[in-house]
């Protein structure tokens, strides 16, 4: 790489598995793999994946999703996330978490022996079929669903422990200081000014209370791109998936994370989604009226580190650089129009609980 980097992010980097190697897995073996511990064989598609390998299966007329860990993600990381998912499944089954495939000795996953004396972790997911929430335009009313469920999930979540969730993953929001280092990638004055505010506002108003904020395991990447919606349905969500970022950290950074990717989107109202959004998850999971102030500083923080972790990228993939640049820019405009609005009157905003629809009765988790 041509730049520096902070030695605390380096290391987030490798510990996130973020500079593993992305060798390809030999298709014979994973085809072997799949139908000696689970019975299972088709028609492979690879996907996309910021890390390890993933891949779609068709096999006798249902579909799985195959995920591969990274070379250098420790076993008990890629547990943490079937654990939390195998969790929610059996302490909450009204949540709609993605079902885990077991073995045919019904095992959650299963090592893969690469020939060289390393090994990864294989795991197979029902796929689900539908659409995703970042698909569509979503409304008041079902951004306001799509809230409760991850508050839902928060409370559901609150008794889990596991030993790996005590991790350090780079995307956690409480390591944002040490991004710092990486604004020097981005190639424009105005991007980088608005970055260095988001630094000092963390610095001024999150920082100081870390130490003091209520803290659990957390799903991590409550995104658009993680949550299957169905129109249909009275919860809207249909499923939740990927809890490839889950972590023990801060509860006020998980809607933070969402909120994130829903700020900016709109130049007349920067705000009004994600007010939305926090109405319905303080609906299962009310925020600490303390805490409630540094969730709109998280957020644009996460939004900080979603634009600048871009451009690190495009130097590592060539290949990419055009999309991931063109997404760097889009998040710089969302950043821009949403610090455009002064901070005491956002805060201000979701302290006024009363102005959106709640949602109907429904039975306890």
Known sequence: MSKSLDAVLQRLLEESSLLSSTHPIDPSLLKNTLASHYGLSGQFERL???????????????????KVSPSDEPESVTALQIAAMRYLDDAANALPIQRIKPTLDQRDSV????????????????????????????????????????????????????????????????????WSGLVEYAPNPRHRALAQRVFRLFEEIVLPRLSSLQMQVIHGDYAPNNVVVDLDSDD????????????????????????????????????????????????????????????????????????????????????????????????WANLERAMAVPLDDVVARFRARDHLPVLTERAPI
């Open 48 to 66: 996309g994946s910021e890390k390890g390998h993933t891949f779609r299966l068709k096999s006798d007329g249902s579909e799985y999703l195959v």
């Open 111 to 178: 090592p893969i022996d690469l020939g060289d004396g390393t090994y990864r972790t294989l795991s197979v997911f029902c796929f689900v079929e539908g659409q995703l929430w970042e698909q569509m335009d979503a409304n008041v009313e079902q951004l306001t669903k799509v809230g409760d469920m991850l508050g839902r999930t928060n409370v559901a979540l609150r008794s889990f422990e596991h030993p790996a969730a005590a991790r350090s993953l780079v995307y956690d929001i409480r390591h944002f200081p040490h």
């Open 236 to 331: 809207f969500v249909a499923a939740i998936l990927d809890f490839g970022d889950t972590v023990h950290s801060a509860v006020i950074f998980d809607p933070a994370n969402t909120v994130a990717h829903l700020i900016g989107r709109a130049q007349e109202h920067p705000w009004q989604d994600a007010f939305a959004f926090v109405s319905g998850y303080e609906q299962s999971r009310p925020i600490n009226e303390s805490e409630l102030p540094l969730l709109p500083v998280a957020a644009l923080a996460r939004l900080t580190m979603l634009a600048l972790i871009r451009y690190w990228k495009a130097e590592r993939a060539p290949d990419q650089s055009e999309e991931l640049l063109a997404s760097a820019e889009y998040y």
